[in-house]
């Protein structure tokens, strides 16, 4: 579970109130300068001069300065997750979400079933561009920590329940849960039948569908590369308890998944707001080209590896946030298969050797989605409608 509260004071009352009566198991720190280990650290301290040096300790337009966030992550007791566990999901978690703001994690397990728990304690501060923290998006937040702990073996963390306002949402719009909260859902026989290296066609239309929605930019355009790649769209029965869509091979239509079924990332509900939004966008126009006609080669001549490993390539671009051929080299770095990041760059382009002024590195702040200089400009269609609109 992912707890969020702001905060709009000085970090020394929350370092306080988290350190009082000698109750921290322990302590990490990323973005920060901690002396030694052993030695007591003042990040509190720290963090207010940050704030203080790039200005960010006023208000604005009128409004109190949201001066840290305050999260808490708390697993699953049933998992009995280690101290050490734990550290390795809360330092991974807050790494891959908070980069460059100085970040304090305290350890505890004083609640009722003495289960380890950590508070997340981040600056309001970008310390390679000085600006403040956005509010991040609190469901981005969770998918987030969910999919780092189910890839440390743990349970899904399902959200608290609603409670106020949106509890009495919840009971006018009583939809059931969905079967599963994991982004990622892959049952047992499945994964039996890919350690044994045999063929399942769950596998199949799964890897078709992740190439699919990753360079699509509209629910027809998912739907059109889909039927080139012989996996047929249609919605479920409407007296299903959850809207969805139902994935079947064109060449054997008896065998149809749901999207849910192989996890939320692949439902209806989950990918119609992305396409309304244009689609994920994390790859050029050249890339998205080059990867769905290799996913169609693979298809036509019946490749399910390459078609498989693609989807995985495409899968790493995404979770990672790539921006350019550099990050890929620090994904390296950071022991992701090194198969996977040579075929991201081999793979049509889809990550092209950055110019200087296109890929300066962490300093910018807004990346922009993979760009190959060498690629086409804009499609057809948005010409046309940029055309029209002027």
């Given at each position: 579970?992912?707890?969020?509260?702001?905060?709009?004071?000085?970090?020394?009352?929350?370092?306080?109130?988290?350190?009082?009566?000698?109750?921290?198991?322990?302590?990490?720190?990323?973005?920060?300068?901690?002396?030694?280990?052993?030695?007591?650290?003042?990040?509190?301290?720290?963090?207010?001069?940050?704030?203080?040096?790039?200005?960010?300790?006023?208000?604005?337009?009128?409004?109190?300065?949201?001066?840290?966030?305050?999260?808490?992550?708390?697993?699953?007791?049933?998992?009995?997750?280690?101290?050490?566990?734990?550290?390795?999901?809360?330092?991974?978690?807050?790494?891959?979400?908070?980069?460059?703001?100085?970040?304090?994690?305290?350890?505890?397990?004083?609640?009722?079933?003495?289960?380890?728990?950590?508070?997340?304690?981040?600056?309001?501060?970008?310390?390679?561009?000085?600006?403040?923290?956005?509010?991040?998006?609190?469901?981005?937040?969770?998918?987030?920590?969910?999919?780092?702990?189910?890839?440390?073996?743990?349970?899904?963390?399902?959200?608290?329940?609603?409670?106020?306002?949106?509890?009495?949402?919840?009971?006018?719009?009583?939809?059931?849960?969905?079967?599963?909260?994991?982004?990622?859902?892959?049952?047992?026989?499945?994964?039996e039948l890919a350690d044994r290296?045999?063929?399942?066609?769950?596998?199949?239309?799964?890897?078709?569908?992740?190439?699919?929605?990753?360079?699509?930019?509209?629910?027809?355009?998912?739907?059109?590369?889909?039927?080139?790649?012989?996996?047929?769209?249609?919605?479920?029965?409407?007296?299903?308890?959850?809207?969805?869509?139902?994935?079947?091979?064109?060449?054997?239509?008896?065998?149809?998944?749901?999207?849910?079924?192989?996890?939320?990332?692949?439902?209806?509900?989950?990918?119609?707001?992305?396409?309304?939004?244009?689609?994920?966008?994390?790859?050029?126009?050249?890339?998205?080209?080059?990867?769905?006609?290799?996913?169609?080669?693979?298809?036509e001549v019946g490749d399910l590896?390459?078609?498989?490993?693609?989807?995985?390539?495409?899968?790493?671009?995404?979770?990672?946030?790539?921006?350019?051929?550099?990050?890929?080299?620090?994904?390296?770095?950071?022991?992701?298969?090194?198969?996977?990041?040579?075929?991201?760059?081999?793979?049509?382009?889809?990550?092209?050797?950055?110019?200087?002024?296109?890929?300066?590195?962490?300093?910018?702040?807004?990346?922009?989605?993979?760009?190959?200089?060498?690629?086409?400009?804009?499609?057809?269609?948005?010409?046309?409608?940029?055309?029209?609109?002027?």
């Amino acid at each position: 579970m992912l707890k969020a509260i702001s905060g709009h004071t000085s970090t020394k009352g929350i370092r306080r109130y988290l350190t009082k009566k000698n109750r921290s198991l322990a302590e990490d720190c990323l973005n920060l300068d901690p002396p030694e280990p052993g030695r007591a650290f003042d990040w509190a301290a720290a963090m207010d001069e940050t704030r203080r040096l790039f200005g960010n300790d006023s208000a604005w337009r009128g409004r109190r300065a949201r001066t840290y966030k305050h999260y808490v992550v708390s697993p699953d007791p049933k998992d009995g997750v280690s101290l050490d566990g734990l550290r390795a999901l809360a330092i991974r978690w807050a790494q891959e979400s908070f980069p460059n703001h100085e970040v304090a994690i305290v350890y505890h397990d004083d609640n009722a079933n003495g289960i380890p728990h950590a508070h997340v304690v981040v600056n309001n501060t970008d310390v390679e561009t000085g600006r403040r923290l956005q509010d991040p998006d609190p469901k981005a937040l969770a998918r987030s920590l969910q999919r780092i702990a189910e890839s440390l073996g743990m349970s899904p963390l399902e959200p608290p329940a609603p409670s106020g306002v949106a509890s009495r949402a919840a009971r006018r719009d009583a939809r059931p849960a969905p079967g599963t909260y994991r982004d990622e859902h892959v049952r047992r026989a499945e994964r039996e039948l890919a350690d044994r290296g045999e063929y399942s066609w769950v596998a199949g239309i799964r890897a078709r569908v992740k190439v699919a929605r990753s360079v699509s930019r509209s629910e027809a355009e998912f739907r059109s590369l889909l039927a080139s790649l012989g996996v047929e769209v249609s919605d479920n029965s409407p007296r299903a308890a959850r809207r969805d869509w139902v994935y079947s091979l064109a060449d054997a239509p008896t065998r149809k998944v749901s999207g849910e079924r192989l996890g939320l990332s692949y439902g209806r509900e989950r990918l119609q707001p992305l396409f309304r939004a244009g689609g994920a966008r994390r790859i050029a126009d050249a890339g998205e080209r080059a990867i769905a006609a290799i996913a169609r080669r693979a298809v036509e001549v019946g490749d399910l590896e390459e078609l498989k490993t693609l989807s995985e390539a495409v899968s790493l671009i995404e979770s990672s946030h790539a921006a350019c051929a550099a990050d890929l080299d620090g994904l390296a770095a950071k022991g992701a298969p090194p198969r996977l990041v040579d075929y991201a760059r081999q793979s049509g382009r889809p990550i092209p050797q950055p110019t200087p002024p296109a890929c300066p590195g962490r300093t910018t702040t807004r990346r922009q989605p993979l760009r190959d200089d060498s690629a086409p400009g804009p499609r057809r269609d948005e010409r046309g409608r940029e055309g029209h609109e002027r």
